[in-house]
């Protein structure tokens, strides 16, 4: 059995159950991920406001094709690449790059309708040439959240400079949604074939791609030319802190404006900091992770649905997500993450029940001791 994680944060900017093959086990699903910041914290300097956070990963590369690490989209999405649809925080869709989008009756063709007067940071202009040719690189990406949207797109086109028909093999209610995600970056035409894409990044943003010193930090810069409302900061520094108790520490001792994320050793902290600081606020934001268990019904055991049953009803989902989230998290048989996809989380068939899991293990012929699950933590981001 392995767990498997992943996560996403904005950090800036505007910002199944089917028994077959391996089943699902879900045991907690991540409601939010926890933000510390000094309330009305912000460095100034005589080049304007600078605002600096810390966040627990490093990439290796800032190719959001071929490095599926949430650390390249944390500080990069929406503040130096942007995508052609955003998402608002109750999960609805609204046009970025795109100002809006037409759907066909058959739900077959897609045509989207370009915001004019963008520019890139390399001062070139934002036209449907670097739309069709983004989609059709991002088709070639070797990460699967920026290929797999277009494996049912089978034409992009331009119909004109502001105007781009996408044609799909079959309906896609999800095509629109993941456009807001990495399948959705845009960037200049011929921009891989010019650049090195692991160092060398260029969008639309309110933000500029800087300065990037390895194992220290990315320092990002006011975009003086991005079509929408300037940010109020013309500095923002995003430094790469592994260790949560340091970060922390940082926060307290006035290094960070906020911590970005708080996911592992530092839960134990968050709340005793805010609580014992007036001037630090936690705030909860909804998270997109979910955590599950994987069986593998080529082992014996696990073939009887009896087992895999006994198995959900001897989890206790919430004595799980106290002890590894603080009680930060909602427990969930679901894939889907509410702030993500609209869903009923509270769909749970399978309750807390250990004198049930002990009636179905012995069904299935299982006694005390005889059945023992042994399996490694993975987390993947």
């Given at each position: 059995m392995t767990a498997s994680e992943a996560r996403d944060q904005e950090p800036v900017s505007k910002k199944y159950r089917k028994e077959s093959g391996m089943e699902k086990l879900l045991h907690r699903s991540f409601a939010v991920?926890?933000?510390?910041?000094?309330?009305?914290?912000?460095?100034?300097?005589?080049?304007?406001?600078?605002?600096?956070?810390?966040?627990?990963?490093?990439?290796?590369?800032?190719?959001?094709?071929?490095?599926?690490?949430?650390?390249?989209?944390?500080p990069l999405l929406l503040n130096v690449w942007e995508t052609l649809i955003q998402l608002e925080a109750d999960g609805t869709?609204?046009?970025?790059?795109?100002?809006?989008?037409?759907?066909?009756?058959?739900?077959?063709?897609?045509?989207?309708?370009?915001?004019?007067?963008?520019?890139?940071?390399?001062?070139?202009?934002?036209?449907?040439?670097?739309?069709?040719?983004?989609?059709?690189?991002?088709?070639?990406?070797?990460?699967?959240?920026?290929?797999?949207?277009y494996l049912n797109v089978t034409d992009a086109k331009a119909i004109d400079d502001y105007t781009v028909q996408v044609t799909l093999a079959k309906p896609d209610i999800r095509f629109i949604y993941n456009m807001s995600d990495r399948a959705g970056i845009m960037v200049p035409e011929g921009f891989f074939e010019a650049n090195d894409e692991a160092t060398t990044v260029i969008g639309t943003g309110p933000y500029v791609f800087a300065e990037y010193r390895i194992d220290q930090d990315l320092t990002m810069t006011r975009f003086e030319d991005y079509w929408g409302d300037k940010p109020y900061f013309k500095t923002a520094v995003h430094r790469f802190i592994p260790d949560?108790?340091?970060?922390?520490?940082?926060?307290?001792?006035?290094?960070?404006?906020?911590?970005?994320?708080?996911?592992?050793?530092?839960?134990?902290?968050?709340?005793?900091?805010?609580?014992?600081?007036?001037?630090?606020?936690?705030?909860?934001?909804?998270?997109?992770?979910?955590?599950?268990?994987l069986l593998d019904?080529?082992?014996?055991?696990?073939?009887?649905?009896r087992v895999r049953?006994?198995?959900?009803?001897?989890?206790?989902?919430?004595?799980?997500?106290?002890?590894?989230?603080?009680?930060?998290?909602t427990p969930s048989a679901s894939m889907a993450v509410?702030?993500?996809?609209?869903?009923?989380?509270?769909y749970t068939p399978y309750p807390y029940n250990p004198a049930k899991a002990v009636q179905l293990l012995e069904e299935a012929g299982y006694g005390p001791g005889e059945l023992v699950l042994d399996f490694p933590f993975a987390n993947v981001a």
């Open positions: 991920a926890i933000v510390l910041l000094v309330l009305g914290a912000a460095t100034v300097f005589a080049g304007g406001r600078t605002v600096t956070w810390s966040y627990s990963q490093e990439p290796p590369n800032w190719d959001y094709r071929t490095t599926g690490l949430t650390a390249v989209t944390a869709s609204v046009g970025l790059l795109a100002k809006s989008w037409d759907e066909s009756s058959d739900g077959l063709k897609v045509t989207f309708n370009l915001r004019q007067g963008v520019k890139f940071h390399d001062g070139s202009d934002f036209t449907a040439a670097d739309v069709v040719y983004s989609m059709n690189s991002n088709k070639k990406a070797s990460v699967d959240r920026t290929k797999t949207p949560e108790t340091a970060a922390i520490n940082a926060l307290l001792g006035g290094d960070l404006d906020f911590v970005a994320s708080v996911i592992a050793e530092g839960m134990d902290r968050v709340f005793t900091v805010s609580k014992n600081n007036d001037n630090i606020e936690l705030m909860l934001v909804p998270g997109t992770e979910v955590s599950y268990w019904t080529n082992v014996e055991a696990f073939q009887d649905i049953q006994a198995i959900q009803h001897g989890h206790n989902r919430q004595a799980h997500i106290d002890a590894a989230t603080a009680g930060t998290a509410p702030s993500g996809v609209a869903w009923d989380s509270n």
